[in-house]
């Protein structure tokens, strides 16, 4: 088992820069996610450290020792690629063996291996199919085996479940949390769905343009971007951005948009006393916009007049998608609200939850 630190590591495509100082240190055993938009410089971290990539500058160890320049088979990784690769002549035993086979790995020992890991993914019925003779989600299991086999330092997954359909990527999702726990290995996993992120990581690096935005728990993510970036990009649905202004009238703070204005609630005005008169970005979860008649009772709440323009029955949650005046925005709120398409409405903004962004910077104003 071992960790894993990028240092000031880039990785260049003529005059493309796909990594762009990215410096890292994963802990032994954790399970970190990569995560962030296409063309973000995700895959590219992550190949980089298997050795598919020269890295251009900078610094890259597997544990202690610098791996630069080590060959990939020597670097004592085991990768999982979003298509399965899977030879398609081979049997589930012999493409799980194989790896072993060209290590020269005495038979004996790669009959342990290959059964063991075959027990641990629940797959030991179908050692002598062929892949054709697989579902994809069995495919995956084998490819997940494949890696399992070779006991590496490092567990690297590159959009393993792009491939899966809704129900089978929410199964194997918590079969690879559970597989991480029982083998306590260092997982580095790449997706750009950020609901596989928030469900599966114990931490979180936020990736955009190459570049390292934030790297935190999930939870502390969701509650406390960085920017506007990682505010819109972790949450489903993203976080509502209003252009403002912050005002003062008396010792009351204003945030006010072209269509409302909102209080900050006193705990909060400190922080914000110095952009008073500036403009800034107003950001506010759908979870934390209510219908009144259902609002949680210990929320700072304010009032927003609004115009429901459409509305999507999720079963045990409602999304209305709002107007205020020329404000577009989403509500994720109570099943049991009644609110129509082309409703007047009403909804309680939970001040205690907004987050207000410097409107130059991007940057978070706490």
Known sequence: ?????????????????????????????????????SGCGKSTALRLLAGLEDI????????DRVVNDVAPKDRDIAMVFQSYA???????????AFGLKLRNYPKDQIIDQVN??????????????????LSGGQRQRVALGRAIVRDPQVFLLDEPLSNLDAKLRVQTRAEITKLHKRLETTFIYVTHDQTEAMTMASRIAVMNHGVLMQIDSPQNLYDSPNNLFVAGFIGSP???????NLTQEGEDIIVTTESFAVKVPPDRRAALKDHV??????????????????APPAIVAQNVETEVDLTELMGN???????????????????????????????AFNMNNMHIFDKETEQVIR
Do not use: W
């Open 1 to 37: 088992m071992a960790s894993v630190t990028y240092d000031h590591v880039y990785k260049r495509f003529d005059e493309v820069v796909a990594v762009n100082d990215f410096s890292l240190e994963i802990e032994d055993k954790e399970f970190l996610v990569l995560v962030g938009p």
């Open 116 to 133: 063991n890991a075959a027990e641990i993914l629940g797959i030991t019925t179908l050692l002598e199919r062929k892949p054709r003779q």
């Open 277 to 294: 008169g500036k403009n800034v970005v107003f950001g506010l979860r759908p979870e934390d916009i209510h219908d009144p008649n259902f």
């Open 238 to 244: 993203a976080m509502n951005f209003f252009n403002a």
């Open 56 to 63: 251009s500058d900078g610094t890259l160890k597997i544990g």
């Open 317 to 347: 949650e409602i999304f209305l998608f709002l107007m205020s005046g020329e404000e577009e925005y989403v509500a994720r709120v109570d099943p049991r609200t009644s609110y129509k398409m082309g409703d007047k409405a009403t909804m």
């Open 86 to 96: 899977l030879y398609p002549h081979m049997s589930v035993y012999d493409n799980m």
